[in-house]
């Protein structure tokens, strides 16, 4: 993991994904980060978020473009199950 100003890509990530977890738990849902690899963050969506037909909407329209904008290094957000 790459470090900048003392904190790992990967600690950025879970302060993004702290920000948005309200908005996924008020519909039912969560988001766990599983890893993540070149660049590539790994997200396992859990409850309500998991089963739901929107669930890519939610991963790539809005957990994927706010990690984007907000850490340096990530290139991509993948959903694992």
């Given at each position: 993991?790459?470090?900048?100003?003392?904190?790992?890509?990967?600690?950025?990530?879970?302060?993004?994904?702290?920000?948005?977890?309200?908005?996924?738990?008020?519909?039912?849902?969560?988001?766990?980060?599983?890893?993540?690899?070149?660049?590539?963050?790994k997200?396992?969506?859990?409850?309500?978020?998991?089963?739901?037909p929107?669930?890519?909407?939610?991963?790539?329209?809005?957990?994927?473009?706010?990690?984007?904008?907000?850490?340096?290094?990530?290139?991509?957000?993948?959903?694992?199950?």
């Amino acid at each position: 993991m790459s470090e900048t100003q003392g904190t790992t890509i990967y600690d950025e990530v879970q302060e993004v994904l702290e920000k948005l977890r309200p908005f996924l738990q008020r519909d039912g849902g969560d988001v766990e980060l599983v890893d993540i690899e070149d660049g590539i963050v790994k997200l396992k969506l859990m409850g309500a978020c998991g089963s739901c037909p929107s669930s890519t909407i939610t991963l790539k329209a809005g957990i994927e473009r706010a990690l984007l904008e907000e850490v340096e290094g990530v290139t991509e957000v993948m959903q694992v199950f």
